[in-house]
């Protein structure tokens, strides 16, 4: 199980726990924070549900796809932080990180 704190666009800060193996789209989803649109449902086929991650000291995250780089290539948003909620799979190294939900771009619903 990792546990990580997810910052709505607003600021609201909320504790998060998901199950390893599970993306962190259906983490930050199933503990009622739905400001992640994931308009092709979470088939890494669009970029809304764009998120920065900020990592424990000494922790690095499974390596960005082909297809996740293409997607965040589109994003106005994009850093080094940038990762697609979808894609990324929660693993007890990343307990303890930090998820900010990107901005919203225009095109976004």
Do not use: W
Request: proline residues 6%.
């Amino acid at each position: 199980m990792a546990r990580f704190t997810v910052e709505t666009r607003s600021g609201a800060r909320q504790e998060v726990t998901g199950r390893d193996g599970a993306t962190l789209l259906k983490a930050i989803r199933k503990a009622g924070i739905e400001e992640l649109a994931a308009q092709c449902g979470g088939g890494c086929a669009c970029a809304t549900c764009h998120v920065f991650v900020t990592l424990p000291e000494g922790v690095t995250a499974p390596p960005i796809s082909p297809g996740e780089s293409r997607m965040l290539a589109t994003s106005q948003n994009r850093t080094l932080a940038s990762r697609l909620a979808c894609q990324l799979k929660l693993e007890p190294a990343l307990d303890g990180m930090t998820v900010v939900i990107a901005p919203e771009e225009a095109g976004d619903f």
